[in-house]
C-alpha cells in the first residue's frame, strides 16, 4: 500500500499549521465557521464540520440538535401536478449527493462516468454533466491509456494504475472512467474524491482528490491519496471513497468493494491537512468481502435514535444490485444489521445479512424495477431525509435495461430506529398522523428478497381491513396495528414487519396520491405496501 504521494503534503502542512498557530496566539481574532448553510436555510451535504458553540452547523447534512420523527399534523399527500414535474430522464450512476454551501438551496449529486445532475428540490433534476463528458469537470486537457481518453489532471494516479480494458458490463471495452467521486467543501475549496481502478471488475485501484473554487470545476491539483496496485494476499480495494463527520467532529473516510470488503479511516479534520489520511495502514474493517459484491458505503448519523447507519449495496450492478445497511453507535463500528450480525465478521456473501432495504421488484402495474443502489443519504431544511440512488428496469421477463436512472426516495425510521425507505420515488409529499380508516384497503404489496437475485419479486394483492386484519382473498393472512397515528405493524403468515403509514404519490400508475407503507422484519427484509386506488 503507498502513501508516499502526500506525505511531502502532510509534512508541509505541519508545519505551515504550527507557524499559523504560533502567530496566532493573542491576535484576538475569533475564528470564522466556514460558510455551510444556517439551520433555517437546512440541512446538506457533508462539507461543514459540527462544533460545540455552533449547534447549528450542520454534519453530514443532519443537524446535531435532536429533532423528533414523530409527525404531529395530518399527512400531506402530493398532487399531480408535484408528480408532473418530476424528472425521469436523468442519468447518475453510483451519485454522491452534496449541498453546495455557496447555494444552499442547491444539491448535486456527482456519479461515475464523470456525470453530474442538480437539484432544489428533489423532484426536478438537471443533468449539469453527461456521461463520460469528462472535460466539463476537468478542461479539455487529455492524456491516453490503452487507447482511451483520460482527464490530464489525473494522469499522475494514471501512472499508477495503468488501466487498460477489458469486457464491461455492456459487452463493450471503453470504461475510462473514474468511480463513484464524493464532492466536499472545506475552507474555501470544493474538494473531490475519486478512485481509477486498473480494470472493471479489477481489485488494483487508487484513490485520489482534485480541487476547485468552483462546484462544477474546472478541478486540478491532484494528490494521490493511498492505492492497492500490486498489492498481494487480502486487501481492500481502494475504490469508492465516501467522507462524513462524526458527532464529534472527527472526519473519517469509508471505502472499498468486494474482494476483502469496506474499510474505514480517520482524516485530518482541519488545517492544511484536511481531508488527508491521519495514519498508514489500510484502516479498520467494517463490512466483510465475500463472493457477492458488496461496495458503495455510505455513513450518516441521525441524532434522534443516536445511531450511525453504514449503506453499502450487493450484487452485480448490471443485474441484481440491491442496498442493504447496518447501524453502530459508533462512527467506526462495529455495525451489526437487525438480527445483530457484526459485519466484520460475516458479510454472509450477499444472501443472509445486512438489512435488505430494496431489491428487484415489481408492482402488477409496470414492469419491474432493478439493480438499485450505491446511494447516498441526505437530510432537507425541514428534516426529511432522503436516499439518493440509480436504478435500472425490467426488460422482457427477467433482463434489465442498460439504461439507469436518478431516484430520490424519502427515508423513514420505525420505532427502533431502523430505516426503511418509501416504495415511491418524492414528488413533495409530507409524513404526518394516520388513522386506522385511512389505512384500511386493499394493496398491493412487495416482500422484498433476503437473497441477491437476478430475479423480480412480484406483488401480491391483500387488504388490510379497518379491525386490524389482513386479508387475502377471504382468507385471513395476518393481522395489523398503528401506533401513535404513524407506526405500523404488520404480520403476514409468521413474519412480522415494523415500519411507517406514510404518504407518496403511486408512481406505478401516475394516477393517485396512496397512502404507501415501508416495513422490515426481524430478519432484516423489507416490506412494500401502496393502497390501491
Request: charged content about 20%.
Amino acid at each position: 500500500m503507498k502513501f508516499k504521494k502526500w506525505l511531502p503534503l502532510l509534512l508541509a502542512g505541519l508545519m505551515a499549521t504550527s507557524v499559523l498557530a504560533f502567530a496566532g496566539c493573542d491576535s484576538g481574532e475569533k475564528e470564522t465557521p466556514p460558510a455551510g448553510g444556517t439551520e433555517e436555510e437546512g440541512g446538506g451535504g457533508q462539507q461543514t464540520p459540527p462544533t460545540t458553540t455552533e449547534d447549528k452547523w450542520h454534519n453530514e447534512g443532519l443537524w446535531l440538535t435532536a429533532d423528533p420523527l414523530v409527525p404531529t399534523k395530518a399527512l400531506k399527500q402530493p398532487s399531480k401536478a408535484q408528480a408532473d414535474r418530476r424528472s425521469t430522464d436523468v442519468s447518475v450512476h453510483d451519485p454522491s449527493i452534496f449541498q453546495d454551501p455557496n447555494a444552499s438551496s442547491t444539491y448535486y449529486a456527482f456519479g461515475t462516468h464523470f456525470a453530474v445532475a442538480s437539484t432544489r428540490d428533489f423532484i426536478t433534476w438537471k443533468q449539469e454533466v453527461s456521461d463520460n463528458d469528462f472535460s466539463k469537470l476537468y478542461g479539455s486537457g487529455s492524456v491516453t491509456y490503452s487507447g482511451h481518453q483520460w482527464p490530464e489532471e489525473l494522469d499522475e494516479t494514471l501512472k499508477i494504475v495503468q488501466p487498460t480494458y477489458k469486457k464491461g458490463p455492456n459487452g463493450d471495452e471503453t470504461i475510462s472512467t473514474t468511480w463513484a467521486p464524493d464532492v466536499e467543501y472545506y475552507n474555501g475549496k470544493y474538494y473531490m474524491y475519486y478512485s481509477i481502478t486498473k480494470a472493471f471488475g479489477s481489485d488494483e485501484s487508487a484513490i485520489g482528490r482534485v480541487e476547485s473554487t468552483n462546484v462544477l470545476g474546472p478541478y486540478s491539483n491532484n494528490v494521490v491519496l493511498f492505492d492497492s496496485v500490486g498489492e498481494t494476499g487480502s486487501h481492500p480495494n481502494c475504490i469508492d471513497p465516501e467522507l462524513f463527520y462524526d458527532k464529534d467532529g472527527k472526519l473519517w473516510m469509508v471505502y472499498g468493494s468486494h474482494f476483502a470488503g469496506v474499510y474505514i479511516k480517520e482524516l485530518y479534520n482541519e488545517g492544511e491537512n484536511w481531508g488527508l489520511p491521519k495514519e498508514e495502514g489500510w484502516g479498520k474493517l467494517l463490512w466483510k468481502g465475500g463472493s457477492e459484491v458488496v461496495e458503495g458505503p455510505f455513513v450518516f448519523y441521525n441524532a434522534t435514535t443516536e445511531y450511525y447507519y453504514l449503506m453499502t449495496s450487493y450484487g452485480a450492478l448490471m443485474t441484481d444490485y440491491n442496498m442493504r445497511i447496518a447501524r453502530s453507535k459508533n462512527p467506526d463500528g462495529p455495525y451489526v444489521d437487525i438480527e445483530g450480525t457484526d459485519l466484520s465478521e460475516s458479510s454472509g456473501n450477499g444472501s443472509q445479512h445486512g438489512n435488505v432495504i430494496a431489491g428487484n421488484y415489481k408492482f402488477s402495474s409496470s414492469n419491474g424495477y432493478a439493480a438499485m443502489g450505491h446511494n447516498s443519504v441526505i437530510k432537507d431544511k425541514s428534516g426529511r431525509y432522503f436516499v439518493i440512488y440509480h436504478s435500472r428496469r425490467q426488460e422482457g421477463a427477467s433482463d434489465v435495461t442498460a439504461a439507469h436512472k436518478l431516484f430520490a426516495s424519502q427515508l423513514y425510521f420505525n420505532e427502533e430506529g431502523w430505516p426503511v425507505m418509501s416504495p415511491n420515488a418524492y414528488v413533495g409529499e409530507s409524513a404526518g398522523t394516520v388513522t386506522a380508516e385511512d389505512i384500511a384497503g386493499g394493496y398491493e404489496i412487495v416482500i422484498h428478497s433476503a437473497a441477491t437475485t437476478k430475479n423480480f419479486v412480484n406483488s401480491q394483492e391483500y387488504t388490510l381491513t379497518a379491525d386490524g386484519k389482513v386479508m387475502s382473498g377471504t382468507t385471513e393472512a395476518g393481522s395489523w396495528t398503528l401506533s401513535q397515528n404513524f407506526y405500523i405493524s404488520v404480520t403476514i403468515g409468521s413474519a412480522t414487519y415494523q415500519g411507517v403509514a406514510v404518504p407518496s404519490w403511486d408512481m406505478y400508475t401516475n394516477k393517485n396520491a396512496a397512502v404507501s407503507i415501508t416495513a422490515v422484519s426481524d430478519k432484516g427484509v423489507s416490506l412494500w405496501a401502496i393502497h390501491k386506488a
